[in-house]
């Protein structure tokens, strides 16, 4: 089985004086990376690659994520995944080592929202309709697939296990973007 972690970047300042690449989180973001870290350590899923965007707000993001893990997590910056379109973000998580069973991506929609909706065949009707509905900053969807490698991967061969929200997380309504 190989298991992929798509999370959109927490919530991030609207601007910056170095453009839409340098924006940093927010505190609100800040914390939200963290208890999405917090989330996946207390359930057990460690990432053996973590894969972000080099997007300031998406370093950012992986950075806190990776704080609830006390062992090193391989992890890299892909330039290409910025912005990246559905087609292309298929193409790179193809990529992967076969050793990898477990990716962690961090990126952006609006291409992270719909690549997720695209894999996911099944799953629960409620994640899939809260997942389709909205990808909110911060939203992690936990992706299954049985294919043997990531070579293999395509759309609608994936079992959405979990989507989860800071929001969720934190017992309350969904924050507006």
Sequence with gaps: MRRLLLLR???????????????PLTRRGLEDSRLIGAFLAGEGVTPDLAVASNARRAKQTLEK??????GHVTHLI?????????????DTLRQAPEKISTLLVVGHNPG?????????GTGARENLARMQAKFPTGALAILDFSAG???DIDMGAANLHRFVTP???RGGEEDPD
């Design 112 to 120: 992270f929202a719909e690549l997720a909706c695209a894999l996911a």
């Design 78 to 90: 892909e330039n290409s995944i910025y912005l990246a379109s559905v087609d292309h973000l298929l």
């Design 167 to 169: 929001a969720e997380l």
């Design 9 to 23: 970047h927490g919530k991030a300042d609207r601007h910056s004086a170095g453009g839409d690449r340098e924006r």
């Design 65 to 70: 994520v990776l704080e609830a893990f006390p």
């Design 149 to 151: 490698g990531w070579a």
